[in-house]
Nanobody, 124 residues
Framework: QVQLVESGGRLVQAGDSLRVSCAAS????????MGWFRQAPGKEREFVAT????????NYADSVKGRFTISRDNAKNTVYLQMNSLKPEDTAVYYC?????????????????WGQGTQVTVSS
């Protein structure tokens, strides 16, 4: 089992930057791929970014490519999502997820562990 706890979400203005974090505990964090998803009110959960077990491979949704960066620090059991040039449409609850594989994935059902989420609100 892996327990995931997100932090760092808050209210920001359009154009601002924000970094959210996800701290993991439980089984060996360095052996699992991680991802970030988000869910806005009335919408389905959508893929944002994913990173492989050592961080050598990443993948992003088209809507955030060039603005968001996913990274991980296996020594700290933490994965990050750096968000730049934020837009009001980025407003959502952001969820951290882990999967029992070393390789990236973009679909929610491919992930085994989920955090409770952290709210990011971008005002115009």
């Amino acid at each position: 089992q892996v327990q995931l706890v997100e932090s760092g979400g808050r209210l920001v203005q359009a154009g601002d930057s924000l970094r959210v974090s996800c701290a993991a505990s439980g089984r060996t964090f360095s052996n699992i791929a991680m991802g970030w998803f988000r869910q806005a009110p009335g919408k389905e959960r959508e893929f944002v970014a994913t990173i492989s077990w050592r961080g050598g491979r990443t993948n992003y949704a088209d809507s955030v490519k060039g603005r968001f960066t996913i990274s991980r620090d296996n020594a700290k059991n933490t994965v990050y999502l750096q968000m730049n040039s934020l837009k009001p449409e980025d407003t959502a609850v952001y969820y951290c997820a882990g999967r029992s594989s070393m390789f990236t994935a973009t679909m929610p059902h491919e992930y085994d562990y989920w955090g409770q989420g952290t709210q990011v609100t971008v005002s115009s």
